[in-house]
């Protein structure tokens, strides 16, 4: 959800922006955007002037990060982050990241040399 004064009509990528400006430049390689506006406290929040922010992948993509859309909010009171639909976001992430740099390592047997025998039968 947006806040007023603070990220009033700021957009997924306007927010990654900014943290990269006031990091000094990009710090990370992907960005958890929710994809599940809220349902009942959605009129609340709006009479406080907050909306939900606009999930706009196309841009965070361009700023070469990685955008993973995921629903990771829960509504009781408030609406917050779901610390276990956010960790179990993460955790695929890194899975995934494990899975795809682990193909890039070769076997073992791939930086061995040949046998003199195998040479000499050439």
Do not use: W
């Not at 943290?19 to 506006?37: H, K, M, R, S, T």
């Not at 390592?105 to 003199?116: I, M």
């Amino acid at each position: 959800m947006t806040q007023p004064g603070e990220t009033q009509g700021m957009t997924a990528a306007q927010h990654v922006e900014t943290l990269f400006a006031n990091a000094g430049g990009p710090v990370c390689e992907y960005v958890i955007v929710n994809e599940q506006p809220p349902s009942r406290l959605l009129e609340t929040y709006a009479e406080e002037g907050q909306v939900p922010v606009v999930a706009d992948f196309e841009r965070i993509e361009r700023l070469g990060v990685t955008a993973v859309g995921a629903q990771v909010i829960s509504e009781t009171q408030t609406v917050r982050h779901d610390p276990d639909r956010l960790a179990a976001v993460v955790f695929s992430i890194i899975d995934q990241a494990v899975a795809e740099r682990a193909t890039l390592v070769k076997p073992a047997k791939a930086y061995r040399r040949p046998s003199a025998a195998a040479t000499d039968r050439g």
